[in-house]
């Protein structure tokens, strides 16, 4: 009988999903991060309780953050990742317990619209953001950072425009990101967004272009939406029903 526990135990123990699988954990709003509010409370060690795979910023603007599998690395302006310090704080951010329900292999040779139009056909209904993973080889990457900022802060818009891109060819790694519905706007870009970073952890960015090589996608359905916002007094004193100038497709470079 013992045997028998025991062995219903480890079945169940292997098909449990991870604590907080289907939970979107958001680090402030899109439109504070617009608007400047790049300085942040939550720390990376704080948001590495709330998911292993996602995206953000970290202090300062100071380039792009990838998440992944549990590892929270920076992508400066040389676009080399390089890990996190538990102790490094964010501004914006979004990470989830990846959980994926849907997994299929990716054709190749589509580019960054082409690749959310597929997506689209797999991914559950559109009321729910999904957290979205595709481990392969690509053809072509446009990657960007964007360089510390230093106070006073000027809008997103005007921080983008000392952005710094990389190009690659054949490149093998992991795109992840998020879909986000519509009615979100505001408080996040409405649509896809993606960092990538390579197999040997060591190069990535934010996504401007890409074309697809070989590769599979694995796809999460998140029902539950947790939005930590700030305490500080930027984040008191923004118009956060103003998005800025340029809006929030200045994030994905549009």
């Not at 509010?37 to 292993?52: A, C, M, P, Q, W």
């Amino acid at each position: 009988m013992k045997r028998i526990l025991a062995a219903i135990f480890a079945v169940w123990m292997t098909n449990t999903t991870p604590a907080g699988a289907g939970e979107l954990y958001q680090v402030s709003l899109l439109n504070a991060l617009m608007l400047g509010v790049y300085d942040g409370e939550v720390t990376i060690g704080e948001l590495s309780r709330h998911g292993d795979l996602g995206l953000g910023t970290v202090n300062g603007l100071d380039g792009e953050m990838v998440a992944i599998d549990g590892r929270f690395f920076r992508v400066g302006t040389d676009g080399r990742a390089v890990a996190l310090a538990p102790d490094a704080a964010t501004p914006f951010a979004m990470v989830t317990a990846f959980a994926p329900t849907v997994t299929a292999p990716i054709p190749a040779g589509l580019d960054l619209p082409a690749l959310e139009s597929w997506l689209t056909q797999l991914l559950p209904p559109a009321n729910h953001a999904q957290a979205i993973r595709i481990d392969g080889t690509f053809s072509a990457l446009t990657l960007r950072s964007v360089p510390r900022q230093t106070p006073p802060y000027q809008p997103l818009t005007e921080a983008l425009k000392n952005q710094v891109t990389f190009t690659h060819q054949d490149m093998t790694g992991t795109l992840l990101g998020f879909r986000i519905p519509g009615y979100a706007k505001g408080m996040n870009a409405p649509g896809f967004h993606f960092h990538f970073i390579d197999a040997t952890r060591s190069q990535g960015g934010h996504v401007l272009r890409l074309v697809t090589g070989s590769g599979r996608a694995a796809i999460a359905d998140l029902d539950r939406v947790v939005v930590t916002l700030p305490g500080d007094a930027a984040f008191a004193a923004a118009a956060l029903g103003s998005e800025g100038r340029g809006g929030a497709n200045a994030v994905e470079g549009q």
